[in-house]
């Protein structure tokens, strides 16, 4: 198995497309050459945000776990079009409830079915226990899945 890589502060913004729509992660060595107090502002903007998993706040370590967290947060926040996504909205994606979760503005621009299975993976991602959640790895496979479904 290859060694995993641990960005600690991904968020909506520093996910960039290439110019074949492919996402990259920026500044993701940043974190470690940054003084204490930045990296603490950083991360407090993070969890303000619902990128940093709750298991931080205990533990203060960053894990492969942590990043399939705060990548679980981006997924929903693209759905919903909300930087926090309320419980009432989890527990519509959950229900399979897309109309009550989903922004208003990308509706009917892709099947419900695949917001769906998008959003249930984006919850998986985001359980509160990070034992229960995915590795990056089954997470891109079950995203290459979604995308074989929707493209056939």
Known sequence: SRP???HRSI????????????????????????ADDIIFLTLKTSAAMGYLAP???TTGSFTEKSDVYAFGAIVLQILCGRSMLPTSMRVAAASCQ???FIDKSIQG???????????RIALRCTHELPEERPDMEAVIEELNRVHELASS
Do not use: C, T
């Not at 621009?109 to 917001?115: Q, T």
């Open 4 to 6: 995993g890589i641990i």
């Open 11 to 34: 968020s909506v913004e520093k996910i960039l497309l290439d110019r074949q729509f492919n996402p990259l992660i920026a500044d993701s060595g940043l974190p470690k050459l940054l």
């Open 55 to 57: 298991e931080y706040i």
């Open 98 to 100: 897309y109309e009550d």
């Open 109 to 119: 621009k892709f099947s419900e079915h695949e917001a769906g299975k998008l959003a």
